[in-house]
């Protein structure tokens, strides 16, 4: 079984099959930037600390179950362009206000 071609392109590049350790922390550091990235441009809304607080560690938590399917699925890439999605819809939406 060809293992290393199963592997995701963040993975990959991570070489999580070469350096398990640093690769699967890295990867994980990854998913959850672009986690945050994704949530604060597409379902953030103004909250009190401690509700923040609580979101993000649900937020990390979610990110450790992630990074295992990680490691075979597109799960970051899919994060990935989810986060450039929303980073134009808000770019669009912010430049209709300004016309009007």
């Not at 293992?3 to 990854?30: C, D």
């Amino acid at each position: 079984m060809d293992v290393i071609g199963r592997l995701s392109f963040f993975a990959s590049l991570y070489n999580v099959h070469e350096q398990p350790t640093k690769g699967m922390w890295l990867l994980y550091v990854t998913i959850i930037v672009l986690s945050i990235i994704v949530y604060r441009l597409g379902f953030a809304r103004e909250l009190p600390l401690l509700k923040n607080v609580v979101i993000y560690a649900l937020l990390v938590l979610g990110c450790t179950i992630l990074t295992f399917f990680a490691v075979f699925l597109p799960v970051a890439e899919g994060l990935l362009v989810a986060a450039i999605v929303l980073m134009i819809y808000k770019w669009r939406l912010r430049r209709e206000g300004e016309r009007a």
